[in-house]
């Protein structure tokens, strides 16, 4: 998740919870006062009832008339017992139904007086009075349905404010992040440019002293120490494969004209072919570093070329055919390749030169008939390079490692060699986008393969 997502997210589970926290204490705080207002309600009705007995003359007539009158049964579906001091029933409003009461209620009214009760459906509030010297009991009950459609009102009301301000705090805040955090996308986009071609090229500051310019001018005063050292490295590779191509290239003609002389025993002119080879071998690696130290995966799409895979496997036969000159290879195009396929790929030759020509030696070296089978392969999405040897197969145990530097298999003793050269194929075809494989497919066969994509 990104940092925008993550700080979008966060603030507004913050907001959430927050908004939620007020929503609840305003619900809860209309609650009470709905409660407050209908006890309020119950205690001047009773009020006016007990005014009402205290004036008249004769309850019991005046009563039916009194109550039709004043009755609040719409609004509250009240209803109201009287009691004399004797608990018994001198009035009620209910007239379709039987009448029936809590005896204890009215023993408990002797002791408190005033009796409110909420959590009773239909809630009651009870008191009683003494009017003109009598004593009284009077029951009221009611449900607060106007109090109560308010309060479902105002929790649906909170419920869909708190949805839709939580999915517009959560837009906006995804938003304004977007905003606030934009110049730090623009300065990942400039640093995600940055090469090791191109490590002279600053990501630009602004005037502000904010973290994103801190970040932007510590990133600068990297890079030119990064430039620093890779210019180094680069300049003492090249100059120290330049300087050692001099003398091994006069080294190599010198034993090419003792070679010639014929004038050798033959054991000094197996030595001289031995350490012509090792010269040879040497030569193509110092001149692998050399072409190496121009090129990386952003700078070599630039200069890249159609080349014809099979042009480039015979010229790096032909140089391999220099210094063994006893090797064989039979060329084959498989019968899956299409008659119209025109083994090509873009890249580049001098350094697809190099990958075959390691690959050819390899198969020089460590086979046992000094051949090798070239197969190529080209399907729509692909062209397969397979190049098969006869000889010692290298232990699986070591196959994962056999393309790491100086990596040397168990099949490689008593054979000289640097232990770079399938390091070099492989650094080489991944900056063409390729790979290669190594596989035994049976006894004292080597096979590997070079797969390139279209």
């Known amino acids: 998740m990104s940092l925008k997502r993550k700080i979008a997210l966060n603030l507004s589970i913050a907001f959430s919870l927050l908004f939620g926290i007020v929503m609840a204490v305003i619900y809860i705080s209309?609650?009470?006062?709905?409660?407050?207002?209908?006890?309020?309600?119950?205690r001047q009705r009773l009020e006016f009832t007990v005014h009402f007995i205290a004036k008249s003359k004769d309850f019991e007539q005046e009563a039916p008339v009194f109550f039709n009158e004043n009755s609040d049964n719409i609004l509250l579906d009240e209803t109201i017992l009287i009691f004399n001091g004797k608990k018994e029933l001198i009035y009620s409003t209910i007239k379709d139904r039987n009448v029936t009461w809590d005896n204890e209620l009215l023993k408990e009214l002797d002791e408190k007086k005033v009796i409110y009760s909420e959590k009773t459906i239909p809630e009651i509030y009870a008191a009683l009075k003494n009017i003109n010297g009598e004593n009284y009991y009077i029951l009221t009950s009611a449900y607060d349905t106007n109090g109560n459609s308010k309060l479902a009102y105002l929790k649906y009301l909170l419920i869909t404010a708190y949805v839709m301000s939580t999915l517009i705090i959560g837009f906006f805040s995804y938003y304004f992040m977007g905003q606030f955090l934009k110049p730090l996308e623009d300065l990942n986009k400039e640093i995600s440019e940055v090469t090791a071609h191109s490590l002279t090229t600053e990501v630009p500051v602004r005037d502000s002293n904010d973290e994103i310019n801190v970040l932007a001018r510590s990133f600068n005063t990297m890079i030119k120490r990064l430039d620093d050292v890779f210019?180094?490295?680069?300049d003492f590779t090249a100059s120290a494969s330049h300087e050692i191509r001099t003398p091994i290239t006069r080294m190599a003609f010198q034993l090419e004209n003792l070679i010639k002389l014929g004038q050798n025993s033959p054991e000094t002119l197996t030595s001289l072919q031995q350490i012509q080879r090792d010269v040879y071998q040497l030569s193509d690696l110092t001149n692998s570093l050399l072409l190496l130290t121009k090129f990386d995966k952003e700078n070599i799409q630039s200069i890249y070329e159609e080349v014809r895979i099979d042009e480039v496997i015979f010229e790096s036969f032909e140089a391999v055919e220099k210094s063994y000159p006893k090797m064989k290879m039979d060329f084959l195009i498989s019968e899956k390749t299409s008659e119209d396929a025109l083994l090509t790929i873009n890249g580049v030759q001098s350094l697809l030169d190099i990958v075959f020509i390691n690959l050819l030696k390899n198969a020089a070296v460590y086979s046992d008939d000094m051949e090798a089978d070239v197969l190529i392969t080209e399907t729509e999405d692909t062209l397969i390079v397979d190049i098969i040897s006869h000889g010692n197969t290298i232990p699986i145990e070591e196959r994962p490692?056999?393309?790491?530097?100086?990596?040397?298999?168990n099949n490689s003793h008593n054979i000289s060699g640097s232990g770079l050269g399938l390091r070099i194929v492989k650094r080489i075809l991944e900056y063409h986008g390729a790979k290669i494989t190594y596989s035994s497919p049976g006894d004292l066969l080597n096979k590997f393969s070079v797969i390139f994509n279209k």
């Open 30 to 42: 209309f609650n009470d006062f709905r409660k407050d207002e209908f006890q309020e309600r119950f």
């Open 231 to 234: 210019q180094s490295q680069k």
């Open 401 to 409: 490692k056999l393309f790491e530097a100086f990596m040397r298999g």
